[in-house]
């Protein structure tokens, strides 16, 4: 078979066929392989809490992302070569933006340079379809599910962002347990051109209602933020939201809003555990701390003109840390609590080995997970964000 030397031309080729717009991903997976002259190549999805690979073609097999070659290009965001007595196969990460996805496996006899380029420019467009059709194919969503889902949490996770989003400026990053029973916890995070928004919310209770308060309060906050208003606004629109609609429901909350040109940090808490802050592999003891102001919903009546925000000038390199009180309340494996100063000493221990911000809210999660005594009392949800500037 011929093929162009150009990857970037045959995926046009491929793409410009509007016999390919309406196949389902496996089919075009095997169709835009045949583009490219690649002898085969399988999709492999990540499930929600991030433990195995789950492939789209029902020939292949489950793999562990701790246990496997595939699950290291996962957790490094890097390419892997595997080789067995049929050939090679190169395990690329499927990556949209910032986000990890899950992993493409590349079937060739042999990785020559020009293979390993028609095997990435495969992987960037199957990153881009798979973000494009999880929304509404179910068959995404039961490929990223290994249990039963209760309604509170497929109510929350309908309305989640994506786990990781970035630029060259910032990353983003949040983890939230326990995945399929969640109540009321839920995070945030959105770009603008000069902006990275944050924010994690804790609805009192652990049912459908934590859950709609919850919702409600991340789309009063949405609608608000995307009309140019405030931090301040912002709290208010919430208070106003579930006043109006939950008024027998609160939740505390941390909202954040970081100009990726200064690195200046805005924030306002309402009830919530301070953010933490981490410069130079140390946590600055009360840094983020101010007076927490009441929780957002009924308790706001009790507040006395518009919710105050503070301020903060970030270095380069900084990371901050929301959480909540699920993450830190939660048991080791000796039986204590987690607590503030050991999990800010796991984040500070990753960061000093260089290891990629989801990937390390990921190993934390399920250190306290896999603990053998593990009893998540509350939701924990966590959020961390760096900001970095590019600089000349």
Not at 15 to 32: C, E, F, G, I, W
């Amino acid at each position: 078979m011929t093929v162009p030397e150009s990857a970037e031309g045959l995926l046009g080729e491929f793409l410009a066929d509007p016999r390919n717009l309406p196949l389902d991903l496996a089919t075009s997976v095997a169709s835009a392989s045949r583009a490219l002259g690649l002898r085969g190549a399988v999709v492999y999805i990540a499930d929600i809490q991030q433990r195995r690979l789950t492939p789209l073609n029902a020939a292949a097999s489950a793999l562990v992302i701790d246990d496997s070659l595939a699950g290291w290009s996962y957790r490094t965001q890097s390419l892997r070569v595997e080789e067995d007595d049929d050939g090679l196969t190169a395990w690329l990460p499927l990556i949209d933006g910032s986000e990890r996805l899950g992993v493409l496996a590349v079937r060739a006899p042999s990785l020559d340079p020009g293979v390993l380029r028609r095997g990435r420019a495969l992987a960037a467009l199957l990153a881009m379809m798979v973000t494009s059709k999880r929304t509404y194919k179910d068959s995404f969503v039961r490929s990223s599910r290994t249990a039963p889902m209760e309604l509170p949490a497929e109510l929350l996770r309908a309305y989640l962002p994506p786990r990781t989003i970035g630029t060259t400026h910032t990353v983003s990053t949040a983890v939230l347990e326990p995945a399929y029973q969640v109540g009321g916890d839920a995070y945030d995070h959105a770009l603008s051109e000069h902006a990275l928004h944050a924010g994690i919310v804790d609805a009192v209770g652990h049912n459908l209602a934590s859950g709609l308060t919850a919702v409600v309060s991340l789309a009063a906050c949405r609608n608000a933020r995307r009309t140019g208003a405030d931090l301040p606004d912002l709290a208010g629109a919430v208070d106003e939201a579930l006043i109006e609609w939950l008024p027998d429901q609160f939740c505390t909350a941390v909202l954040a809003r970081v100009d990726l040109s200064t690195g200046l940090m805005r924030w306002v808490n309402c009830g919530h555990p301070p953010p933490l802050l981490i410069r130079d592999r140390n946590v600055l003891a009360g840094a983020l701390e101010r007076p927490a102001q009441p929780p957002m919903g009924y308790p706001s009546r009790f507040v006395s003109g518009p919710r105050e925000a503070h301020e903060f000038a970030l270095k380069p390199g900084d990371r901050v840390l929301m959480y909540t009180d699920g993450v830190t309340e939660a048991r080791t494996a000796d039986g204590s609590e987690l607590g503030l100063d050991r999990f800010a000493d796991h984040i500070i221990r990753a960061t000093a080995t260089g290891e990629l911000a989801p990937e390390t809210l990921r190993r934390l999660i399920h250190s306290l997970l896999d603990a053998e005594e593990h009893r998540l009392r509350d939701d924990a949800t966590i959020l961390m964000f760096e900001w970095r500037p590019v600089t000349a």
